[in-house]
């Protein structure tokens, strides 16, 4: 007989898949990710690591939620920032009234990156107190606010991240924490500085210290998304 997960905060498991089911869905992410793929996906000629289930998704929430300032850490090679602005072009297309814009953070600049006239880059730490101030400086009053973290993908770092810009997401917008796969949930990456507890953990450690947040698992209905559990929606306060 085959049962229904449950939804808990301690699993990654979809609650949704029976057991066999999210076998199947195991197995596709590991080959997914071990072979790599991610890292074989463009936007518009731009490196954009993520998968194409998530970037679905995140299409689909910046069009139900509007939000019209877009917080990105980890920018890499500027191919999720570019799909953001191209996303955000679209959205002013089909409403004039419509404007909104991304600032992306990274330590490093790197010299392929696809700039995008909506996106301000800033080179610096996410988490150091400067950013942090400059980063909630931009934000108007009339801003809905959206976070995602993909940046540095261990435990500390990803918790400092939730702490520092977690209270700038606007009611109604979603947080959404990469990379939460890692670690067990179901994959172990081999990049030293995100093996051990990461994001995962972290928000598991954020949402013990607030209930602004809840995590969102509807958002994972494509089953196959690089964060589990990671698609925090802000409540209504």
């Not at 500027?78 to 992306?104: E, Y």
């Not at 500390?156 to 991240?161: F, I, L, P, Q, T």
Request: charged share 20%; with cysteine.
């Amino acid at each position: 007989m085959t049962t229904t997960r449950p939804t808990t905060a301690t699993s990654h498991a979809h609650p949704a898949l029976t057991e066999a089911e999210q076998a199947v869905v195991e197995a596709y992410h590991k080959l997914y990710y071990t072979k790599r793929l991610w890292e074989t996906t463009t936007w518009m000629g731009a490196a954009c690591l993520k998968s194409p289930h998530d970037v679905w998704v995140y299409q689909e929430i910046l069009f139900e939620t509007r939000p019209t300032l877009i917080i990105e850490t980890g920018t890499a090679w500027g191919g999720s920032a570019h799909f953001l602005g191209t996303v955000l072009d679209a959205m002013q297309a089909m409403d004039s009234s419509f404007d909104a814009r991304v600032v992306s953070i990274d330590t490093i600049e790197r010299p392929t990156e696809i700039g995008h006239p909506r996106v301000t880059k800033i080179k610096a730490s996410s988490t150091a107190p400067e950013t942090v101030a400059q980063v909630r400086s931009m934000i108007g009053p009339g801003d809905r606010v959206m976070l995602i973290l993909d940046s540095l993908h261990n435990r500390d770092h990803v918790y400092a991240e939730l702490v520092a810009y977690g209270p700038m997401v606007t009611p109604g917008c979603y947080a959404i924490v990469e990379d939460s796969n890692i670690n067990g949930h179901p994959v172990f990456t081999d990049y030293a500085p995100d093996q051990g507890p990461g994001p995962f953990e972290a928000v598991a450690d954020y949402l013990a210290t607030t209930d602004r947040f809840e995590i969102d698992r509807a958002r994972e209905k494509l089953y196959m998304t690089l964060n589990p559990c990671g698609y925090l929606r802000c409540r209504a306060e």
